[in-house]
């Protein structure tokens, strides 16, 4: 059963960090590129970043240039984003999702509609 699962999620005054992770079961991550998005209250699902399979090519949103950093780690099967100073505007729930190619690419994008693997979400709420 191929599935994704976000952790790392919580409560994070602003200024604060938090590390999420995407872990992939059923599948290696390999030949994946992967899209980190954020779902705020009454909003559309925003592309954060992503990261190409590769790991050569990383794109971010210009809302969070600079404070959030896309990683993966293959051998642990898992993908992960970094975010430091954190600020209200941050607050949505956090989804990973992925899409596989036929081969080992440069490429990746920030639009939902590419990735056809999706995890279930995890929470992220900046508040003092």
């Known amino acids: 059963q191929v599935q994704l699962v976000e952790s790392g999620g919580g409560l994070v005054q602003p200024g604060g960090s938090l590390r999420l992770s995407c872990t992939a079961s059923?599948?290696?991550?390999?030949?994946?590129?992967i899209g980190w998005f954020r779902q705020a209250p009454g909003k559309e699902r925003e592309g954060i970043s992503c990261i190409s399979s590769s790991a050569s090519r990383t794109l971010y949103a210009e809302s969070v240039k600079g404070r959030f950093t896309i990683s993966r780690d293959n051998a642990k099967n898992t993908v992960y984003l970094q975010m430091n100073s954190l600020r209200p505007e941050d607050t949505g729930v956090y989804h990973c999702?992925?899409?596989?190619?036929?081969?080992?690419?440069?490429?990746?994008?920030?639009?939902?509609?590419?990735?056809?693997?999706w995890g279930q979400g995890t929470q992220v709420t900046v508040s003092s």
């Open positions: 999702a992925a899409h596989r190619g036929d081969y080992i690419s440069n490429y990746c994008g920030r639009a939902p509609s590419e990735y056809n693997y």
């Open positions: 059923g599948f290696t991550l390999d030949y994946y590129r």
